[in-house]
């Protein structure tokens, strides 16, 4: 099988998945091969390739036994392939069993056995995905209960507009998840910076624009920038201001009578 695979791989070139690594295009285990290609065109002649091959080692493949999917762009999509004349079925025609699991085309089912088969996300002790989703999912249920309300100054309504829970699709719900959590998180870190009176000021900023930093930015800062950059959103640069307050010194500004600041 080995050197079926080896003769046959090389006509197609597998999934990138990051520059210089790719998935190989087959997979074998025992007397069962999985291919595995990024367009039907590979796909045909790969399985064209296979199939010379496998005929030179007296062998055959099956097309009834064997099943085919194919998905573009998340979604599913009706191609068909072919060994020789046979044409394969589809999962969706013909689910199939393998090692103990069963293969169909379910991608968006709401079943919760198919639900609960998610990876396990490895995280800290203090935050765990399945939890902060479930609040989540309660926040957003409790929502639609109490209906839409006014947040900040700008008026009821003028704010954009989120689709209902209980009208969303799966896809819209999984975007509000996601939403939900970061908000939930957002309300902990400024519920903590409330109690902060240094370091919280910037709680109290009005018309401030927002400048979102990068990691790649901010690796390639150098460390006075860097270091400039975060205390002075939290107010703790030296300051005439802050020296008074740390150290006594005169916090009026040499220029005017009013205490320097920031």
């Not at 087959?26 to 045909?44: H, W």
């Not at 056995?113 to 479930?134: D, S």
């Not at 802050?242 to 040499?254: A, F, I, V």
């Amino acid at each position: 099988m080995e050197m079926i695979i080896r003769a046959s791989r090389w006509v197609v070139g597998g999934q990138l998945i990051r520059p210089g690594l790719r998935l190989p295009p087959v997979r074998a285990y025992m007397d069962d091969l999985t291919t595995l290609t990024t367009t039907k065109a590979c796909t045909v002649r790969l399985l064209k390739k296979l199939q010379d091959n496998i005929e030179l080692a007296r062998m055959k493949i099956k097309p009834n036994k064997s099943r085919s999917i194919s998905i573009v762009k998340g979604k599913l999509s009706d191609q068909r392939f072919l060994i020789g004349d046979e044409p394969i079925p589809t999962v969706s025609e013909k689910p199939v069993k393998s090692l103990g699991r069963w293969y169909d085309a379910s991608l968006d089912s709401s079943d919760p056995f198919v639900a609960q088969a998610a990876p396990i996300l490895a995280t800290g002790r203090k935050w765990t995905p399945l939890e902060a989703t479930k609040q989540a999912k309660a926040a957003l249920k409790h929502r639609d209960i109490v209906g839409r309300v006014q947040h900040g100054r700008s008026g009821l309504g003028a704010g954009a507009s989120t689709p209902a829970w209980n009208k969303a699709t799966p896809f819209q719900r999984r975007k509000l998840v996601v939403q939900e959590v970061r908000q939930q998180e957002e309300a902990a870190r400024c519920a903590k910076a409330v109690s902060q009176a240094k370091q919280g000021q910037w709680m109290t900023w009005e018309g401030v624009e927002k400048r979102k930093i990068s990691w790649q930015e901010l690796w390639e800062m150098e460390a006075f920038k860097a270091s400039f950059t975060i205390r002075a959103a939290y107010d703790v640069l030296p300051s005439p201001k802050n020296l008074s307050q740390w150290y006594g010194e005169d916090p009026t500004c040499s220029l005017c009578p009013t205490p320097a600041t920031l």
